[in-house]
């Protein structure tokens, strides 16, 4: 009878369901943010870092020294692939930005880049993934989750105290 008690005091104080106290409102979660993101890639080198992102109708490029992280200024950065062949111009230090006349399908594109800074030349390769991202439903809980984890926590509970019992009589009579 020991081991029954024992059980069940342990299946109740494990099985406690979480609860709102000292007057928290747990009501219904915030909606979900619905965010795009843009198709990005990223390419490095032992002298330059490149993170590329298509964001409208401009291919914008982040370049910076991979060993510093210092934004490149001042240079000549070449794309070449997927349509798109140019020369981007660079609108703040480090970010140049090429115009994207047309479209481009949903796919993985190959981009070749080309920078040069001063005395340092690198040519970076990258793939730049426009496939449709996969839009994912919001996981919501629902009273039949409860349900099904109440009615599981308590055949579990009788399991165990049958189980118990079966052993206690067993042990009355001798047999083990």
Do not use: C
């Not at 047309?102 to 800074?117: D, G, N």
């Not at 030349?121 to 099904?148: N, R």
């Not at 599981?152 to 009788?158: D, E």
């Amino acid at each position: 009878m020991k081991h029954a008690v024992a059980l069940l005091s342990v299946a109740l104080t494990t099985m406690n369901p979480a609860l709102g106290h000292g007057g928290e409102d747990h009501g219904a979660p915030p909606p979900p943010v619905a965010q795009a993101v843009e198709p990005r890639t990223a390419a490095a080198t032992e002298e330059f870092e490149v993170v590329t992102s298509l964001e409208g109708k401009k291919l914008v490029v982040y370049v910076d020294r991979f060993a510093s992280n210092e934004p490149v200024t001042q240079a000549k950065v070449e794309i070449e692939g997927a349509g798109l062949t140019g020369v981007a111009s660079e609108t703040a230090p480090g970010t140049y930005v090429l115009d994207v006349t047309t479209p481009l399908p949903p796919a993985k594109h190959p981009l070749t880049i080309s920078v040069e800074a001063g005395d340092s030349v690198d040519l970076l390769s990258a793939t730049l993934d426009t496939s449709a991202p996969v839009v994912t439903e919001a996981h919501t809980h629902g009273w039949s989750e409860w349900v099904v984890w109440g009615i599981s926590g308590a055949l579990l509970l009788m399991t165990g105290i049958l189980f118990a019992v079966r052993r206690h009589k067993h042990a009355k009579k001798g047999i083990r």
